[in-house]
């Protein structure tokens, strides 16, 4: 499969607690997005990497968030300090040009 | 404030005719659009784009028409199937913003046997 894929599908995790994601796109694509979507909404966006080098952050991406793209390979998105409101799917896409394509996200629900 | 509109939650069609699926942006500064397919527990899956060079473009049963003026696009499914019945987003992308999309809500549409 030579799609993108994320890890872990699911994560269930204490208020409080950190979580880390991990996101592998199509090998030959430099631009690399995440995105997190809520029930009844559409994506919204979180970041973009174009190779290694993250070019922008979204205002929703608060200072416990924080992601990474070392080598310009897989990407990782950690939350510190998890709250209530941070559950919901992280998406991660991939592209080089306009088309991204998604993986199948990571369903995150903090109790 | 919501830059991509979907304004019908869901449609019902029958097997064999047509869907048409419609979205409006507020954004003049977007030039990309694009459809995606999601089904429950899936990531979106790309469906079709259009550039804003261009009123009209065509993938098989899938034609996405898009008038400028209007600020408005439409994605034709033409003949619905059964296995099309998922949740349709509608996105856009503003030239020179690393192509990041701006999603609306979807539209949930239901293939009747």
């Known amino acids: 499969d030579t799609g993108v894929s994320q890890d872990p599908r699911h994560k269930i995790t204490k208020r409080g607690q950190n979580v880390t994601f991990r996101c592998d796109p199509i090998?030959?694509?430099?631009?690399l997005y995440w995105y997190r979507q809520t029930l009844g909404q559409g994506p919204e966006f979180l970041t973009y990497?174009?190779?290694?080098?993250?070019?922008?952050k979204s205002r929703l991406l608060s200072d416990r968030f924080s992601a990474e793209r070392p080598k310009g390979s897989f990407s990782t998105l950690e939350i510190q300090r998890t709250e209530q409101g941070d559950s919901a799917m992280y998406l991660c896409?991939?592209?080089?040009?306009?088309?991204?394509?998604f993986g199948p996200g990571t369903r995150l629900t903090v109790t | 404030d919501q830059q991509v509109k979907q304004n019908s939650p869901s449609l019902s069609v029958q097997e064999g005719r047509i869907s048409i699926l419609n979205c409006d942006y507020t954004?003049?500064?977007?030039?990309?659009f694009l459809w995606y397919k999601k089904y429950p527990a899936e990531g979106p899956t790309f469906l079709i784009s259009?550039?804003?060079?261009?009123d009209k473009n065509e993938d098989g049963r899938f034609t996405v028409f898009l008038n400028k003026s209007a600020k408005h696009l439409s994605l034709h499914i033409v003949p619905s199937q059964p296995g099309d019945s998922a949740v349709y987003f509608c996105?856009?992308?503003?030239?020179?913003?690393?192509?990041?999309?701006?999603f609306g809500k979807g539209i949930t549409l239901s293939v009747r046997p």
């Open positions: 896409a991939s592209g080089v040009s306009y088309e991204q394509y």
């Open positions: 090998s030959e694509h430099n631009r």
């Open positions: 990497f174009q190779n290694e080098a993250q070019l922008e």
């Open positions: 954004n003049s500064m977007f030039d990309y």
């Open positions: 259009i550039s804003s060079i261009k």
């Open positions: 996105a856009a992308s503003e030239a020179g913003a690393n192509s990041k999309l701006t």
